[in-house]
């Protein structure tokens, strides 16, 4: 029996070596007729990657190639576990509308690239993936997402959209040290990235049948709060561009966490 995109998919989560990881083998057009639903807890970790518990502390300055290097270390991983998270959902909602599915796919290997422009720029600054520790933060919470509704909230919607708004910031951080390569592939890949905010826009709306700023964070995987979910100042150019209203961005800037509410994250 031939391959299948839910095998393929399985197999590129749980590798275990950097080249599968980075460059897998392109993924078979075949998918399974009766597929069942798999959650998988953890990803595999090729021995280079040194996993903590904490995320490392950000640059204060990125006058450094180390430091921007550093940087550019940690969300490169942050795309590495984008793109898994993008197959964990794949084969989580198997139940979920085939096309659905398919843009996962697609956003999967979007993030992948993603991850290589990364790779390029911590190459061309001295260094190597697997050279910093990483986190892997977004898996320990995606995973509790218990339904497609609240995936796109927190992934697409949620954690997407801010990074609308951190590659303006970063973008802006890396040219004026004069990082005229490093600023730009942040660029590429914040404009790349406003079609994945449309899809899960898209997605939200059909399983919920509406959004608005409050049914959006209640449909937030917990202890995720909109806090987390933006950058300051917010991208508006980028996220009108990706189909929310002003109402919602006015919402998003204003939201305040209450007393006994959830802190802000380091990731």
């Known amino acids: 029996m031939s391959d299948t995109v839910e095998r393929w998919v399985e197999r590129f989560i749980c590798a275990t070596t950097l080249k599968q990881k980075l460059t897998p083998q392109p993924a078979p057009t075949r998918w399974s007729e009766t597929p069942s639903v798999l959650r998988l807890q953890a990803p595999g970790r090729p021995p280079e990657l040194r996993v903590v ?5 950000r ?8 430091a921007r290097a550093r940087l550019l270390h940690t969300f490169l991983h942050h795309e590495l576990q984008a793109a898994e998270l993008m197959g964990w959902a794949l084969l989580a909602y198997a139940d979920a509308p085939m096309d659905f ?14 991850a290589a ?12 993936f697997g050279e910093f520790p990483v986190r892997d933060w977004f898996w320990e919470r995606l995973p509790s997402c218990a339904s497609p509704l609240s995936f796109v909230a927190s992934m697409g919607v949620g954690l997407e959209g801010g990074n609308l708004d951190h590659s303006l910031r970063f973008a802006d951080a890396f040219r004026e040290v004069g990082d005229e390569a490093g600023a730009r592939a ?37 202890p995720l709060s909109p806090m987390l979910m933006r950058g300051r100042p917010l991208n508006l150019e980028s996220r009108r561009e990706a189909g929310l209203d002003e109402r919602f961005l006015s919402a998003l800037s204003d939201w305040q966490p209450t007393a006994e509410g959830p802190k802000p994250a380091t990731i």
Do not use: N
């Open 101 to 114: 599915r398919r843009g996962l796919l697609r956003i999967l290997h979007d993030e992948l690239r993603h």
């Open 59 to 66: 640059p204060r300055s990125l006058r450094s190639p180390s």
């Open 186 to 222: 942040q660029e590429r890949i914040g404009r790349e990235e406003i079609a994945h905010v449309r899809f899960a826009l898209r997605w939200f709306r059909t399983f919920h049948g509406s959004f608005d700023f409050e049914s959006w964070k209640s449909a937030l995987v917990p």
């Open 117 to 128: 422009l990364y790779l390029e720029q911590v190459e061309a600054l001295g260094h190597h």
């Open 53 to 57: 518990p904490r995320a490392p502390r």
